[in-house]
């Protein structure tokens, strides 16, 4: 990216209007326009892929809590459906802000807060608060796997 978008200001800059310019003043600009598009790529958002995710709490007592989830699109926003043996939990409040995703589960009081990593797996806490304690656990959910437990061959 970082090729492509240098040779894309240098023929910018060797275009007649610009040639005027001294080379000090060219550096600094093909500086400016690279730095401008690499922002741009580092700030887009990573959303949560469609499709089955098996997601884990990580209990302080090193015992895992394992669920599924699947993520569907839904008039254009993402929404999550929890699995629990038949039950189905629908959640659709997904929101994103800046590099993170917050997920307001409609139940238990709680939220996940979580990073979308370049695999598609989230990665951060999941949060219940109440009038006396908070309870945060670490978190993590892996895309592409329907089962809540592996099956061992």
């Known amino acids: 990216m970082l090729v492509i978008t240098q040779a894309y200001a240098n023929i910018i800059l060797q275009r007649p209007e610009y040639e005027e310019l001294n080379q000090e003043m060219k550096r600094k600009l093909l500086f400016l326009f690279i730095l401008l598009t690499s922002s741009i790529e580092l700030l887009a958002q990573s959303k949560i892929r469609e499709g089955w995710y098996r997601a884990e709490l990580f209990r302080p007592d090193s015992i895992t809590v394992p669920f599924n989830f699947q993520a569907k699109l839904v008039n254009g926003k993402i929404n999550l459906f929890a699995r629990n043996v038949s039950e189905r939990i629908k959640i659709d409040e997904v929101i994103y802000k800046k590099d993170s995703v917050f997920i307001q589960m409609p139940v238990f009081e709680s ?38 437990f592996p099956i061992h061959k």
């Open 111 to 148: 939220a996940f807060r979580a990073k979308v990593l370049k695999d598609g797996s989230l990665q951060g806490e999941w949060r219940r608060g109440s009038a006396s304690t908070d309870i945060v656990l670490p978190f993590k959910a892996t895309p592409g796997i329907e089962g809540r």
